[in-house]
């Protein structure tokens, strides 16, 4: 999509607003059309490097383009349970190997939650630089497109805290959904997962994560039978593991996970 056809969808959002003499939008209004025009419409410079863009290809995913050929994925061998890199191990990581059996069949993981990945996901993240999402979801198009085992599997996001989208205006996961149920046309999108009050993941330690989560993220509606979880990090795997646990005991045969960056 061009850009005059962005700034037209978005500009045809205020058309449909009530006509008043003294308009009041809702904050939920503003924060709909503020952060698409801040964070997908008009970024001026790169999330890594900072320069500025030269053409509507580089807006459009919020990176320049050498910053965008430098983010490449790990050719080298890469666990077949969680798709870390393997350093002199082979086939299965120590970690993977002296863990307890996963209740998902699968991980896959992209980019180490280090350096500039680490910029590029706070950008994202936190900086709601949402052009980023068209990168992260034509990435993981190609991933689902390359492996046979995920075509079809219907893709069920991780959910968000209760309230944190009212508080913070969007949620990062769903997002990059969004992106994704438009470039995977053929594939089921279930947002069968609720999530109860928790505190948040990132102040606790491995075991608080694993204890926080525990009956606290529930189905809400029937899971499918062929799931890949889209999470955008993980750390302890907490998240992950609850999230596979309740859509096998809601009766999915197999799960999958995706998460954009390990750490």
């Known amino acids: 999509m061009e850009l005059r056809d962005l700034r037209g969808n978005f500009f045809s959002e205020f058309t449909k607003a009530p006509c008043t003499a003294a308009p009041i939008y809702s904050m939920n209004f503003l924060e709909k059309i503020i952060l698409p025009v801040k964070g997908f419409l008009f970024p001026q410079s790169c999330a890594i490097c900072g320069c500025t863009f030269v053409n509507t290809g580089e807006m459009r995913e919020g990176l320049c383009e050498p910053c965008r050929a430098a983010l490449s994925l790990s050719q080298g061998q890469r666990c077949n349970l969680c798709s870390k890199p393997l350093i002199s191990e082979k086939e299965i990581c120590l970690l993977c190997r002296n863990a307890e059996k996963k209740p998902y069949d699968r991980l896959w993981t992209l980019f180490p939650y280090t350096g500039k990945y680490r910029n590029l996901l706070t950008a994202y993240k936190f900086g709601k630089n949402l052009a980023l999402a068209e990168f992260f979801a034509g990435i993981v198009s190609e991933i689902i497109e390359g492996n046979p085992v995920l075509k079809d599997a219907a893709i069920v996001p991780v959910p968000p805290r209760p309230g944190k989208i009212k508080s913070q205006g969007w949620d990062q996961v769903e997002y990059l959904v969004k992106r994704l149920e438009k470039l995977q046309a053929g594939h089921n999108i279930y947002r069968c ?53 309740a859509l096998k005991a809601g009766g999915a045969e197999r799960v999958y996970g995706l998460c954009l960056f390990y750490d």
């Open 193 to 245: 997962l609720k999530r109860e009050k928790s505190q948040v993941q990132k102040r606790l330690d491995r075991a608080g994560r694993a204890e926080n989560l525990k009956g606290r993220i529930l189905l809400n509606s029937p899971p499918p039978q062929t799931a890949l979880i889209i999470d955008d990090v993980i750390t302890t795997g907490s998240t992950m593991d609850v999230c596979s646990a």
